[in-house]
């Protein structure tokens, strides 16, 4: 069983200030696979005060001297890459192929651009007589999800060391071991004392203190709406830069060519991985009404190939992250069977033969319409719900009548009339026949959040912007 019961603040691995710890349990076994200090405003304190001392000197820092840590920080990633999957795991029930694989593989990539923007970034610019200046915000607290834990910390704290700024990083109570890893990644990388701090422990312990707190200078939060909604209201009287990714549900048009069969299935497998828990999931495939019962076929046959089961075995899928999300998902589905859709596929109750461990039938929806709750609400769970449109006027509609907005799907072989529609829907992520760039700008419209991630974009987040009048004079810059 793993305890990791110090916390690293000030380039030191530390005793919590209080004597308080949690259970983290495996989701596939329901038994407890480590323990992990819990912290509270002291702690976030002490790793507050670490990062304001080491601001200064970080923030001076060359960009050769940070492209050099990133590359360090690369190479002992790639070394602990197992550990980081293992624990992954353990923690969140991935399937040892998803969390060796795309888990852990995309906080590198993120790793590798980040490095690669760093050595042609441009901090300052002029414009006639005045200099724009590009400079870093100061410390950052950042506060991570569960879901895609090394990926979510990789968007956040990469651009936020790469610009010259100083954290505090808070990770999910449910899972904190690829956090607790990673900090040793960074320890062993050199990275100055105090330019990175972790504090574990859960929301109110810990990220409400970090998210008020006057010396934090940005807070940068992926989660719930919900949480969200909190962590603003918490950082407002302090007037700090708040950027967050929060809740989705994402719409797949699909549209009516000879791709249709492969698209539908595409989608469904899509929506089931991770579990479906993933914000930016295909959460609604929206699909020709005349071509319902063919992709009801096409869906309920997919999702048959779709296998559950020990996350250490040969499956699809593994279980979600806790008995709450369990219970979440599960009240979801019962919801959807009482309101009227159509069961296609799965349903409620565990699969057959896996009585222990919070699995989820890969649940398919059909004839469902907007008003419908697993419509409108964010399940995060294997739930694909299908609903039927008359014409592309009418796709957008329902793409677009949610009160979410972070990222969306076009399916389908005619490219003129895949970029028009992904132009009219409002989301700030809109993915053509499964693209996809390290580069491209991730954040939501609506209630999914505000600001970007990925690429510069999120390098901009974590930057103040100067105007220096008068740099030079006027004929100087002609």
Known sequence: MREYLKFYIGGQWVDPAGDTAFDVVNPATEEV????????????????????????????????????????VLDGYTKRAPDLGAALTEEMGAPKGLANGFQVDLAAGHLVKAIELLEGFSFEERRGPTLVVREPIGVCGLITPWNWPMNQIAVKLFPALATGNTVVLKPSERSPFTAHIFAEILDAAGVPAGVFNLVQGDGPSV???????????????????????????????????????????????????????ANVAGGVGAMMGNS????????????????????????????????????????TIGPVVSASQFEHVQALIQKGVDEGATLVAGGPGRPEGLDRGYYV?????????????????????????????????????????????????????????????????RAGWVNINDGFDFGCPFGGYKKSGNGREWGDYGFQEYLEVKGILGYAPDDAAS
């Open 33 to 72: 696979a480590g323990r992990v200090a819990a912290g509270n405003a002291v702690d976030v304190d002490r790793a507050v005060a670490a990062a304001r001392a080491a601001f200064p000197a970080w923030s001076a820092t060359s960009v050769a001297e940070r492209v050099a840590l990133l590359q360090r």
């Open 207 to 261: 990220g409400v203190p970090l998210s008020a707190h006057p010396d934090v200078d940005m807070i940068s939060f992926t989660g719930s709406t919900r949480a969200g909604v909190e962590i603003a209201r918490n950082a407002a009287p302090t007037v700090k830069r708040v950027t967050q990714e929060l809740g989705g549900k994402g719409p797949n048009i699909v549209l009516d060519d000879a791709s249709f069969a």
């Open 276 to 315: 479906g828990q993933t914000c930016s999931a295909p959460a609604r495939m929206l699909v020709p009404a005349a071509r319902m019962a063919e992709a009801i076929e096409i869906a309920k046959e997919t999702a048959a190939q779709v296998t559950v089961g020990d996350p250490l075995g040969e499956f």
């Open 361 to 425: 039938k890969p649940t398919v929806f059909a004839d469902v319409t907007p008003d419908m709750t697993v419509a409108r609400e964010e399940i995060f769970g294997p739930v694909l719900v299908i609903l039927g449109y008359a014409d592309l006027d009418h796709a957008v509609e329902i793409a677009n009548d949610t009160e979410y907005g972070l990222a969306a799907y076009v399916a389908g072989e005619d490219l003129d009339t895949a970029r028009s529609l992904a132009r009219r829907i």
